[in-house]
Nanobody
Framework: QVQLVESGGGLVQAGGSLRLSCTASGRTFTNYAVGWFRQAPGKEREFAATITSRGSFTYYANSVEGRFTISRDDAKSTVYLQMNSLKPEDTAVYYC???????????????????WGQGTQVTVSS
């Protein structure tokens, strides 16, 4: 059974930065695409960023493009989300998710992922 644990969330002022981590236990990230999603109160969970299992290609939602960077360290079974220039509208619970993949394909919908972490709260004050 795979367990994903997110960490690094917290309270930050607008314009600040945070780095989220997602670590897997019970399995390495090798051969898995990884995505970061977020869910604000009263809203549906939405895609933020993803990194492919092959080639570590990245893809971002328009709302975070240029401010967030996703990266992976398969040796540590950890994926990171560096978040810069944070805005109050980035406030949400952030989730990481993985799905098995041997391709360069991107996955951007909730339904495409198999395993999820419990989430970490990010609050950006104005």
């Amino acid at each position: 059974q795979v367990q994903l644990v997110e960490s690094g969330g917290g309270l930050v002022q607008a314009g600040g930065s945070l780095r989220l981590s997602c670590t897997a236990s019970g399995r390495t990230f090798t051969n898995y695409a990884v995505g970061w999603f977020r869910q604000a109160p009263g809203k549906e969970r939405e895609f933020a960023a993803t990194i492919t299992s092959r080639g570590s290609f990245t893809y971002y939602a328009n709302s975070v493009e240029g401010r967030f960077t996703i990266s992976r360290d398969d040796a540590k079974s950890t994926v990171y989300l560096q978040m810069n220039s944070l805005k109050p509208e980035d406030t949400a619970v952030y989730y990481c998710a993985i799905r098995y993949s041997l391709t360069y394909a991107y996955f951007v919908s909730v339904a495409e992922y198999t395993y999820w972490g419990q989430g970490t709260q990010v609050t950006v004050s104005s």
